[in-house]
């Protein structure tokens, strides 16, 4: 049976909880990964994705109003609230991106060691519902296993 240290990603793109979520979300975007542990004093102390970002933002910014029967006020209404969002969208965008990296990522997070079985790891993904999950040994951050590679794995 394969193990975690067979498979796992030993090139871990990291952040630091100080970091913006601006400056995370393109880190993220460039290294084309949808999440990365947080690193600090070499120690994860998060999670964080580009799913709790746009929801971060999501929250901070409103939604719009849900129409369920769009009818010609309905539509006139929502026109308007997205042309005053609009406007105020640039400054309000600057100011949610400038929250840190430890306001948003997730704290409880779950690692795995590099000894684990790929069964193991994969109920593990799924009993969590996580997509990722760092590998650590000695509490330090040794790689990471997403669930592609986990995916692959099973194939190879």
């Given at each position: 049976?394969?193990?975690?240290?067979?498979?796992?990603?030993?090139?871990?793109?990291?952040?630091?909880?100080?970091?913006?979520?601006f400056d995370a979300a393109k880190k993220l975007s460039k290294s084309k990964?949808?999440?990365?542990?947080?690193?600090?004093?070499?120690?994860?102390?998060?999670?964080?994705?580009?799913?709790?970002?746009?929801?971060?933002?999501?929250?901070?910014?409103?939604?719009?109003?849900?129409?369920?029967?769009?009818?010609?006020?309905?539509?006139?209404f929502a026109l308007i609230k997205m042309e005053k969002l609009r406007q105020?969208?640039?400054?309000?965008?600057?100011?949610?991106?400038?929250?840190?990296?430890?306001?948003?990522?997730?704290?409880?997070?779950?690692?795995?060691?590099?000894?684990?079985?790929?069964?193991?790891?994969?109920?593990?993904?799924?009993?969590?519902?996580?997509?990722?999950?760092?590998?650590?040994?000695?509490?330090?951050?040794?790689?990471?296993?997403?669930?592609?590679?986990?995916?692959?794995?099973?194939?190879?």
């Amino acid at each position: 049976m394969k193990k975690v240290k067979d498979f796992m990603n030993k090139r871990v793109i990291h952040l630091s909880p100080n970091e913006t979520i601006f400056d995370a979300a393109k880190k993220l975007s460039k290294s084309k990964i949808a999440g990365a542990p947080v690193i600090e004093k070499n120690k994860i102390v998060g999670v964080i994705s580009i799913s709790d970002i746009v929801r971060f933002i999501d929250i901070k910014l409103g939604r719009l109003p849900k129409i369920d029967t769009p009818g010609i006020s309905t539509l006139v209404f929502a026109l308007i609230k997205m042309e005053k969002l609009r406007q105020d969208f640039k400054k309000e965008m600057n100011k949610i991106t400038s929250f840190k990296v430890r306001e948003v990522m997730t704290k409880n997070v779950i690692t795995i060691s590099p000894s684990m079985s790929l069964v193991e790891v994969a109920e593990m993904m799924e009993k969590h519902d996580v997509n990722r999950l760092p590998v650590v040994c000695r509490g330090k951050l040794v790689g990471i296993v997403a669930r592609a590679d986990v995916i692959k794995a099973l194939i190879n």
